[in-house]
């Protein structure tokens, strides 16, 4: 169980962090972006990975707000959890499928996943 809540959160965090919004959005990190990641094209968690590789190397303001997004996520996921195994326990997880799952079934997930997945957000921007 452990081991797919680390699967999952990861596949969580790479997933928001290899949007083009967030290459665009994350003041933060826009520099290391430019700097490290020009190169790479967005999508399919390409900056998330580049990011990933050049995580020793990246400004300390960068290093905090992905420390701070990935800790948003892993208070998402945890909140989530029994939506995702109501919704999504047959979802194979890797490639953004739990979220996918999670963004079709809005509509019903509980009140504390839908908040924090909110904060997520709001911490990414």
Same mark, same amino acid.
């Given at each position: ?30 520099? #290391? *972006? /430019?700097? =490290?990641?020009?190169? !790479?094209? %967005? $999508?399919? &968690? +390409?900056?998330?990975?580049?990011? @990933? ?29 029994? #939506? *995702? /195994?109501? =919704?999504?326990?047959? !979802?194979? %997880? $890797?490639? &953004? +499928?739990?979220?996918?799952?999670? @963004? ?22």
């Amino acid at each position: 169980m452990k081991r797919l809540l680390a699967l999952s959160l990861t596949c969580l965090v790479m997933l928001v962090m290899a949007s083009g919004a967030f290459a665009q959005e994350a003041k933060p990190c826009a520099e #290391d *972006i /430019a700097k =490290f990641c020009d190169n !790479v094209s %967005p $999508g399919e &968690g +390409r900056i998330a990975i580049c990011l @990933k590789q050049k995580e020793a190397q990246l400004s300390p303001v960068c290093k905090q707000h992905l420390a701070q997004v990935k800790e948003a996520l892993k208070e998402a996921h945890q909140a989530c959890e029994d #939506d *995702i /195994a109501m =919704f999504c326990g047959g !979802v194979k %997880p $890797g490639g &953004g +499928r739990v979220v996918e799952c999670l @963004k079709a079934n809005k509509d019903h997930l509980s009140r504390k996943c839908k908040i924090k997945l909110y904060e997520a957000k709001k911490e990414m921007k």
